[in-house]
């Protein structure tokens, strides 16, 4: 299978997606797979480095999900180009562009759920 993204180092940000070929408006840029992490054990990933690579997850948002593959790496912006849509029966995250992305553009996402959302954010943002 023939991968449509690529990792690169960013000073002072660390690692970013991005993409390697175009993608128009709507188009579906990965549909990931979880591990779900129970209400108790996301209280104590919540103490480590996981939980900057973890979604909100379940019914009442009081559990925790890792996306796998690319999902969990898409970087956040407040101007994203990108969103992630979740998928609690099928215990998947898909993540849809919000516009034409073209290769070499960094997929972004807005961490807060939602695309325009201006949230501040539980780290310090670039």
Same mark, same amino acid.
């Given at each position: 299978?023939?991968?449509?993204?690529?990792?690169?180092?960013?000073? #002072?940000? !660390?690692?970013?997606?991005?993409?390697?070929?175009?993608?128009?408006?709507?188009? @579906?840029?990965?549909?990931?797979?979880?591990?779900?992490?129970?209400?108790?054990?996301?209280?104590?990933?919540?103490?480590?480095?996981?939980?900057? %690579?973890?979604?909100?997850? !379940?019914?009442?948002?009081?559990?925790?999900?890792?996306?796998?593959?690319?999902?969990?790496?898409?970087?956040?912006? %407040?101007?994203?180009?990108? *969103? %992630?849509?979740?998928?609690?029966?099928?215990?998947? @995250?898909? *993540?849809?562009?919000?516009?034409?992305? #073209?290769?070499?553009?960094?997929?972004? @996402?807005?961490?807060? !759920?939602?695309? %325009?959302?201006?949230?501040?954010?539980?780290?310090?943002?670039?």
């Amino acid at each position: 299978m023939e991968a449509f993204f690529k990792i690169r180092l960013f000073p #002072r940000k !660390g690692r970013y997606v991005f993409a390697k070929r175009d993608f128009t408006r709507d188009s @579906v840029l990965e549909r990931a797979p979880i591990i779900e992490i129970s209400r108790e054990d996301w209280q104590i990933i919540q103490k480590t480095c996981l939980h900057n %690579y973890a979604f909100g997850w !379940g019914p009442d948002q009081d559990q925790a999900a890792i996306a796998l593959g690319w999902g969990s790496l898409f970087n956040h912006s %407040y101007e994203p180009n990108a *969103f %992630y849509r979740k998928n609690l029966r099928e215990q998947m @995250v898909e *993540f849809i562009a919000l516009r034409d992305i #073209r290769s070499g553009e960094e997929i972004t @996402v807005n961490y807060s !759920g939602h695309p %325009y959302g201006k949230q501040p954010m539980w780290f310090e943002t670039a």
